[in-house]
């Protein structure tokens, strides 16, 4: 599927005839990619169906990997969501606008195809001013998966989502590059205990000061056995061309043991590596920054050719442990 032509709408923040060019192709059906605080997300009116049916098509998804719907405010949540558990509300205060998404029971008026046919949706309030423009202007709630073809590195930068997404949706908006660089934490709410399906921004840690000893908060078991509760993550996820391996500390003689000469691509925050021809190196200055720039150092990495990647395993705290989940599900769970 490469066929539709693409807008590429590169002002929208100072053109009120591109909000509302986005705006109107959303109301008609369309697809429309656009930044968030997180990834860009291609995005469909929440409410049709066919629209819906069009981004797992536009993706290449499985029919049975649910989209998240992004509102304005707390205050639609009813048009999405019902019996919404106070401990919800509690971290939506908390965490929203912002990287932060809940699993509550489907309002009806959301299609199921949206959801997969599970009887749960999944709400996001993001904070990107583009995003909330749209949301604003469209009225509409947004059906947004990440922005990528299925199993690649979701974009960060309009460069990303041009080449992921141009001649499969009818426009693509600039927004630079995404503040956080990884996808919204996703936490669901089964019998009053907080279980967190995917790790983002807002850590572990931020939400057990919000509860307190109030809700337990349960970790989704990890590994090839666990039956995921969040049908995104049995599926391979953010890989890009060359193979990924995660590595403690660098060890040079096994490197060149075990890939010899080939062209190797290193992303890190504190390798000490000896310099070499056939290696590219790419170190990040923070965590944060680790996060940020993690899916264009990879997509990057493919393009200058490289054949094998190895990147810094970090320690499974804070922000480090989102940029674990992703890591291992690219690399698979290789080391070196
Ligand atoms: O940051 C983000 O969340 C981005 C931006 C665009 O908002 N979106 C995003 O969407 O990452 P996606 O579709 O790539 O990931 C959504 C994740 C998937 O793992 C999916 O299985 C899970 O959320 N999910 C969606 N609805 C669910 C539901 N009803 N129950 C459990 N998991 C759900
Ligand atoms: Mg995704």
New binding site residues.
């Given amino acids: 599927m490469r066929n539709k032509h693409t807008l590429l709408l590169r002002n929208i923040l100072n053109d009120p005839c591109e909000l509302e060019c986005a705006a109107l192709i959303l109301k008609n059906g369309g697809l429309v990619v656009f930044p968030?605080e997180?990834?860009?997300?291609?995005g469909a009116n929440a409410f049709d169906e066919d629209a819906a049916a069009s981004i797992f098509k536009a993706k290449g998804?499985p029919g049975d990997?649910?989209?998240?719907v992004?509102i304005l405010s707390i205050k639609d949540l009813s048009t999405v969501a019902k019996n919404i558990p106070s401990s919800a509300l509690q971290l939506f205060e908390t965490f929203s606008p912002g990287?932060f998404?809940i699993?509550l029971a489907?309002n009806k008026a959301v299609p199921a195809i949206v959801?997969?046919g599970?009887d749960?949706?999944?709400v996001?309030i993001?904070s990107h001013p583009i995003a909330r423009l749209l949301l604003e202007k469209s009225g509409l709630p947004i059906a947004?998966?990440?922005?990528?073809r299925s199993g690649r590195p979701?974009p960060t930068t309009f460069d990303m989502a041009v080449m992921e997404m141009k001649g499969r949706v009818d426009a693509i908006i600039d927004g630079g590059s995404c503040e956080?660089g990884?996808?919204?934490t996703?936490v669901?709410i089964p019998d009053e205990q907080i279980k967190i399906?995917?790790p983002?921004a807002v850590t572990e840690e931020m939400i057990r000061v919000v509860l307190g000893s109030k809700n337990p908060l349960i970790q989704e078991a990890s590994g090839s056995h666990a039956k995921p509760?969040?049908?995104?993550?049995k599926y391979a996820h953010y890989q890009p061309k060359a193979p990924v391996y995660l590595a403690e500390h660098w060890k040079n003689v096994k490197v060149n043991k075990l890939f010899g000469d080939r062209k190797i691509g290193v992303i890190h925050l504190s390798f000490d590596i000896p310099p070499s021809e056939n290696r590219e190196q790419i170190s990040f200055s923070s965590l944060a920054d680790y996060a940020k720039n993690l899916y264009k150092t990879l997509v990057d990495l493919d393009q200058m050719g490289v054949e094998i990647i190895i990147a810094q395993a970090v320690e499974e705290k804070g922000i480090g442990r989102a940029i674990m989940n992703r890591l291992e599900k690219a690399s698979g769970g290789k080391t070196v």
Avoid: D, Q
């Fill in positions: 968030t997180t990834v860009y997300g291609l998804r990997n649910p989209l998240i992004h990287p998404t699993v489907k959801t997969a599970l749960t949706v999944a996001r993001p947004a998966p990440s922005a990528n979701s956080v990884l996808e919204s996703v669901s399906l995917r983002g509760s969040s049908p995104g993550m």
